[in-house]
């Protein structure tokens, strides 16, 4: 399944900018196997869904360490490893605003 | 193009958005609070000041009292500008913006250092200063912005110039 979602917010900067357009495809699927460098997009209780870069697949392989670009950005340094089962989707497309 | 195309299809059916949260969700940053704490500093200076030349330094309670709140309320604003300008700075401006306005981080220095010189004192030529320093970084966020700026007389008590986004 594919989901075009538009990007809000500056912790990716500058990969990605506020008013960009990103395709993500549903996983799993064995051509979207998650792995460093990877931009998914997951839903986090209490930020709601969220877009960030993988920094690690942990050694369970079910779990992320996700990372934004900014020092100050809300990521696995806050809320910890993300589980796959609340990954909805990896980025295959990012169309830019600039 | 594709982001044109993607555009109008966004206004015409909503797309879901993905955040890419901050510290906080980010996007809201204005110079404003760090013009009004400036502005206020220049208002204590000119009330201490007045305050002086009408009691001399008699020590009355009325005379004590209005003296401390005058210096408490220059404290406060002076450091409110002072924090203001260091989020503006730490979350705003990235590197590209300093490599097209080179001035800014020895601007902001320089206000940080007219902040401190502010609370020291009650001149009212430093408390001018630390306003028009913070006027240069308000002129320079809105160019960043690309918003365009004037500088009108502010509508308050004191009546000083400060730099306005024309919106």
Redesign the interface.
């Known amino acids: 399944m594919l ?12 990969d ?1 900018h ?1 008013g ?3 395709l ?1 495809a549903g996983v799993p699927f064995p051509a979207h196997r998650i792995k460093p460098g990877d931009v998914i ?1 997951f839903r986090q209780p209490g ?6 870069r993988v920094h690690r697949v942990l050694q369970d392989g079910r779990t992320y360490d996700v990372r ?1 670009t ?1 020092v ?3 990521d696995s340094r806050d809320f910890g490893p993300v589980p796959k089962t609340r990954v909805s989707g990896k980025v295959i497309w990012h ?3 600039d | 193009m594709f982001h044109k195309v993607f555009q109008q299809i966004d206004q015409h059916a909503h797309i879901d958005v993905v955040d890419a949260h901050c510290d906080i969700p980010c996007g809201i940053y204005d110079p404003h609070h760090a013009l009004i704490g400036a502005l206020t500093v220049v208002r204590m200076v000119d009330l201490i000041n007045a305050k002086v030349k009408e009691h001399g330094s008699g020590s009355t309670a009325e005379f004590i009292n209005s003296m401390a709140r005058y210096i408490a309320t220059k404290e406060e604003h002076a450091e409110l500008t002072k924090h203001e300008i260091r989020v503006i700075w730490g979350d705003f401006i990235k590197a590209p913006h300093v490599e097209a306005y080179p001035q800014l981080p020895g601007l902001v220095h320089k206000i940080m250092q007219l902040g401190s010189k502010a609370r020291q004192t009650v001149d009212r030529e430093t408390a001018l200063d630390l306003l028009e320093a913070v006027n240069e970084f308000a002129e320079i966020f809105w160019q960043i912005k690309e918003i365009e700026t004037k500088r009108v007389k502010a509508p308050y008590s004191v009546t000083e110039e400060m730099v306005i986004p024309v919106l």
């Open positions: 989901r075009l979602l538009k990007v809000r917010g500056e912790s990716l900067w500058p990605f506020e960009d357009y990103v993500a997009v930020y709601g869904t969220l877009i960030k934004g900014q100050v950005s809300s169309i830019r605003s």
